[in-house]
């Protein structure tokens, strides 16, 4: 697992990890960019494009634990702060209290985390840190950051090694 901060170099890192593999399946899990409604990110989203191999196969799904199941390792998956915003924008539940809604992401939690268990050629996950700033004034931000440390912690702890990106230098943790 690679954390860190947003920009630090952790999707660089990451793709270093499996640069001599001949194939990476590549797991998009954010939402499709729309460049007429976010130049910006689009931009961001072809930059990564274009620096994977080839030979690597990009699967742009929500469902990481259906894709780490069925398709072919090693496998990166980037991110899991995109994955859990989109889970959250599916569930429609950005504005309602956690506790109506635990029990619904728990259970997509557990599902990516087994199907992350079961791997058993290498698989790379990248994801965001999060709690490191001023606490959101707004809910849903709230809300964002308790469950993706909580998902970043689950599944730190179902790795094997995990890595911490800061000015693009990983430390290994």
Known sequence: MITGGMRSGKSRFAEGLLADEPY???????PPPDPAA???WAERIAVHRQ?????????????????????????LIDCLGTWLTATIDRLGTWEQPLVDWRQDISIEMDQLLEAWQRCSRPAV???NE??????S???SGRVFTDLLGQL????AEASDTVYLVVAGRALRL
């Open 24 to 30: 990476v399946t590549y797991i998009a899990p954010g």
């Open 38 to 40: 976010d130049s910006e």
């Open 152 to 155: 970043n912690a689950r599944v």
């Open 137 to 139: 004034e707004h809910p």
């Open 51 to 75: 620096r994977r191999s080839t030979s690597w196969t990009t699967v742009e799904t929500t469902d990481i634990a259906g894709a780490l199941r069925t398709g072919l390792p090693p496998f």
């Open 125 to 127: 996950a990248v994801t």
């Open 130 to 135: 999060v709690g490191w700033g001023l606490v």
